[in-house]
């Protein structure tokens, strides 16, 4: 095969045929449920669209290889092991590579990205990836006159927008869904998006807007406990009306009330952000334990997951550092987040203190790694990173043993403050974002928030307080943006930016 030297044209096209034919399952299957193919309109925009899905890619292959040459060829074949990887991801989860994606693989740690690996991805990266780019090594190329070059680029160009134009009447049709097949386009998904997510994140890196100086109302000792979940959805709570027994321990704990909530987002750096600021303006105002540190309140951030956004205060502990207080199996799991936590309470010399515990507990698509054995309450249980290989029962009951342990973890820490009987204390429990158990074919979380279906959108919101020391109100729907305000109430923290309305708790 390929003995004699082919034209540059012919190998860019032979590519990008490969290209389409190779990563492009999920995009045609998109576009047929959403065009009537039977219809001539249906049939020619099909055809249109993988007309020029050919002719563009090859057109910047052409650009790519005639520039750079043998570096060029290696893109190509970067791009090739990169599209079969993105491919095992949309296949297996439903995932779409916007730029949100993109965050989240970038702010994912290794420990978390191992969780995915599988045999099956193996297989992908092979065949779909290292295969085809043999291929693009072994076939020999003519090199191209610059004259020819720019007939070439010219004759593209005017095709190209030709077709674009005589496209007109379906612009509407691709403007609409423009966000589901950017998302599914090889290789421009990952790389448009990744050049996306970096713009924005230049532009969020900004300094932190320092928000008005608090002050300090009283000297009521008084300490709130904010727990940051991690992927967890309200309607698997049986505090919420869930009909396994997933809270066998809050349900028994008096003083704990739980609120409808919806996340700002469908992914935790954006969910985190949410729960830690005033109101959400697009822009980065001072977070909460940052302005509380600033304004004299003691604040002690304990972690075993990622994606806040910057926190400048003394006390920030990472899983690494509060293992070394801890003893035995359960410091593995979140319960390490407790350890010794009593103790750093009582030895601060301030009367108002704000702990957070950022956990991660319900993270897919591992949920049986994330609790203890002696949690594993529901069986059998999903224990492959592939979910859609797990009965949809098996996926539920692993994920729901997560929530088994985080009942027990929210139990124990309300145990541990009620010790604290000097100190006025609440607990607020609220997660960064739900998630999608295999509802709709999707998995994990990260669709965007306004086509997000209610899965990943839908959180638990839970409140204890210490006998005594407030009262809390009734209310039907909350945000993320509750809890800055309901914290400054609790410890009664004055502000020109606190927003009573915003508090959960009454006198
Ligand atoms: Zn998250």
Redesign the pocket.
């Known amino acids: 095969m390929f003995k004699k030297d082919i034209k540059l044209s012919y190998f860019v096209l032979i590519i990008s045929f490969i290209n389409i034919a190779l990563y492009h399952l999920p995009f045609y299957e998109f576009v047929c449920n959403n065009i009537d193919v039977k219809s001539l309109d249906g049939t020619l925009l099909f055809v249109s669209l993988t007309t020029i899905l050919i002719i563009l890619n090859a057109f910047v292959f052409y650009l790519g290889v005639f520039l750079l040459r043998f570096v060029g060829k290696w893109i190509l074949a970067v791009f090739f092991c990169m599209n079969a990887v993105a491919i095992y991801f949309i296949n297996t989860y439903g995932v779409m590579i916007d730029k949100t994606m993109i965050g989240n693989i970038f702010n994912t740690n290794f420990e978390e990205s191992s969780s995915f690996f599988s045999a099956t991805l193996v297989l992908y990266f092979v065949l779909l990836g290292v295969v085809p780019s043999i291929l693009i090594f072994k076939i020999k190329v003519i090199p191209v006159k610059i004259k020819n070059f720019l007939i070439h680029i010219s004759l593209t160009l005017i095709f190209v927008l030709s077709l674009a134009f005589a496209n007109s009447a379906n612009w509407l049709w691709i403007d609409k869904h423009s966000k589901t097949l950017g998302a599914l386009v090889m290789p421009w998904s990952y790389v448009v998006n990744t050049s996306r997510f970096f713009h924005h994140q230049s532009l969020e890196n900004k300094q932190q807007i320092l928000l008005p100086n608090a002050t300090i109302k009283d000297d009521v000792k008084s300490v709130v406990v904010l727990v940051i979940g ?2 967890a959805r309200s309607e698997n709570f049986s505090l919420n009306g869930y009909d396994k027994d997933t809270n066998p321990l809050l349900s028994k704990i008096d003083n704990v009330y739980s609120y409808k909530a919806e996340s700002c987002a469908t ?2 750096t954006a ?1 985190v952000k949410c729960i830690l600021e005033h109101k959400n303006k697009g822009k980065l105002f001072e977070i909460l334990p940052n302005y509380l540190f600033r304004n004299d309140v003691e604040v002690i951030w304990r972690t075993t997951n990622w ?1 806040e956004p910057t926190v400048t205060i003394e006390n920030y502990q990472r899983k690494s550092d509060l293992k070394k207080f801890c003893n035995g199996d359960a410091c593995d799991y979140d319960e390490v987040l407790l350890s010794g936590l009593s103790e750093q309470i009582l030895t601060s010399q301030k009367d108002k203190i704000l702990v957070v515990l950022h956990a991660s507990t319900s ?1 897919g698509p591992t949920y049986y790694k994330k609790y203890p054995k002696e949690f594993e309450k529901f069986n059998p249980v999903c224990e492959s990173v592939e979910l859609a290989k797990c009965t949809q029962e098996e996926l539920i009951n692993a994920y729901d043993n997560t929530i088994v342990y985080t009942d027990y973890i929210l139990a124990k820490l309300i145990a541990d403050l009620k010790q604290l009987s000097e100190y006025n204390s609440s607990m607020i429990y609220i997660s ?2 739900g998630e999608s158990l295999g509802e709709n074919n999707l998995y994990l ?1 990260g669709i965007p928030a306004s086509i997000a279906p209610k899965e990943q959108l839908d959180i638990p919101f839970i409140v204890w307080m210490s006998d005594g020391s407030r009262g809390i109100k009734n209310e039907q729907l909350l945000s993320q943006h509750n809890v800055f305000h309901s914290v400054l109430d609790f410890l009664r923290i004055e502000s020109p930016i606190y927003d009573e309305n915003m508090s959960v708790f009454k006198n």
């Open positions: 991690e992927s992914y935790t969910g994606g993270h960064d974002h979380h």
